[in-house]
């Protein structure tokens, strides 16, 4: 006998609080089987998870159905090589009219030119019922940098309103070191330095040091970097190098970063003069400009020739300076150009000295000089009428005019400003000491 027939007699016994028995214990039962039935439906049930009215949880005509907007969707897409904001919203089949809108929205507080290949753009989008390419947007989120992002939403079939988020970041400081064997970047690397505090640290060197010719085996290196973090100790980029120190034969070559009061950014070494050297244009003191670069009438020869460098007038034995730091590439007898003397500044650029009447004891090819140091002496060596100095920069391996050569002044801290960055190099070198390379 089953339930509802057992539960039937004993109502037809006990009526009328059998009649009260049947209702309270079969209606449950029918509805729990009618709302599994529903259940098993996907196409009403999914509606559940969006914010619509309860009501659509109740059985719905299939008919019925279709006049409800199909659902919104959220997408993470990424910016592709070449693309642009509105081609990327175009791919994800929104609506051209929306999209141009939405882009008009977001550009008051981003530009949409700045949209980087990779950067994650998150979109919530609904489909309209009808033909392709109609997607509606209803938000979108730009993040240009960890420390804001741009949220648009839409209001109504027309406007969007933009909100900006700012987001607090974290610096913190670590610092590597070690010994070159072959070369900086292989060393640099082999101890955990971040390949772009590595570039960094070349690039702030990149005025004195050539990094293919001027390290040898035995230098070392010491960098402070930052890394930055989100509030919640989320690792968001690499920072600045705040502290970098290249170690050239013994020699100590430290540099700091220092904002100056004025908001110039720049690296300074210890005695508050900046990396980004200028070279000298005239490495000679009290000598007189006897021919400048370009043609002229050559005074031994007599024909017309390039002259590739400038020519300063100056008794015999007048000290001459080296141009920048840097180190020799070349030393000694050079035909026409009698004694001679090169040295290369970073990468790109050489200098040149020729008729040296003797060099400087203690240069040698492969030594580092400091900008200003004493190479040699003024002199008529080769082919030359009388004493002075020919002194050619070469960019690239080809002589360029030292006069017309525009290069970053060599600024040098002074007063107020000097003992500003000097408590800053203290504490900089207090931070470097105070760390511990397994602080990772
Ligand atoms: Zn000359």
Do not use: C
């Not at 559940?48 to 299939?62: E, G, M, Q």
């Not at 107020?416 to 000491?433: G, M």
């Amino acid at each position: 006998m089953s339930l509802v027939r057992k539960i039937v007699n004993v109502a037809l016994r006990k009526a009328p609080l059998g009649l009260l028995v049947v209702v309270t214990s079969i209606l449950p039962l029918l509805i729990f089987d009618w709302r599994s039935t529903n259940a098993a439906r996907p196409n009403v049930n999914k509606y559940s998870f969006y914010n619509t009215p309860a009501i659509r949880l109740l059985p719905v005509d299939p008919v019925l159905e279709k006049d409800f907007p199909p659902p919104t969707f959220t997408k993470k897409v990424k910016v592709g090589k070449d693309d642009t904001l509105i081609n990327l919203l175009k791919r994800e089949g929104v609506a051209l009219e929306n999209a141009h809108k939405a882009v008009k929205a977001l550009s008051k507080f981003y530009d949409p030119r700045r949209t980087k290949p990779g950067q994650e753009i998150t979109l919530v989008l609904t489909p309209q019922t009808s033909g392709p390419n109609n997607n509606i947007i209803q938000r979108m989120v730009v993040r240009p940098s960890i420390y804001n992002e741009i949220t648009i939403a839409l209001i109504d079939d027309q406007r969007f309103r933009v909100s900006k988020q700012t987001f607090a970041v974290k610096r913190r400081l670590f610092k590597e070191n070690g010994s070159i064997k072959t070369s900086l970047y292989e060393a640099a690397i082999k101890s955990g330095v971040p390949k772009p505090i590595l570039m960094e640290l070349i690039r702030i060197y990149s005025w004195d040091v050539d990094f293919q010719r001027g390290i040898r085996v035995g230098d070392k290196f010491e960098v402070l970097f930052e890394k930055l973090f989100t509030e919640n100790g989320k690792f968001a980029r690499f920072g600045n190098v705040v502290y970098g120190n290249l170690i050239l034969r013994g020699e100590n070559n430290p540099l700091y970063r220092y904002r100056t009061s004025k908001g110039i950014i720049g690296y300074f070494d210890n005695k508050g003069k900046s990396a980004r050297k200028a070279l000298m244009r005239t490495p000679i003191n009290g000598a007189r400009l006897s021919s400048g670069f370009g043609k002229r009438r050559h005074p031994i020869l007599g024909y017309n020739k390039l002259h590739r460098g400038v020519d300063f007038s100056a008794p015999r034995g007048t000290p001459v300076y080296a141009a920048g730091s840097g180190s020799i590439v070349k030393k000694g007898r050079n035909g026409a150009y009698g004694n001679y003397i090169r040295v290369r500044h970073g990468s790109k650029f050489e200098t040149a000295y020729a008729h040296l009447s003797r060099f400087k004891p203690g240069i040698r090819i492969g030594a580092r000089v400091r900008q200003g140091a004493i190479i040699g002496y003024v002199g008529s060596t080769g082919r030359s009428t009388g004493p002075h100095l020919h002194y050619e920069i070469l960019k690239n391996n080809t002589q360029i005019n030292p006069l017309r050569l525009k290069m970053p002044s060599g600024k040098r801290l002074a007063g107020n400003e000097l003992a500003l960055f000097s408590s800053v190099q203290a504490k900089l070198e207090q931070q470097y000491t105070a760390l511990d390379t397994n602080h990772k």
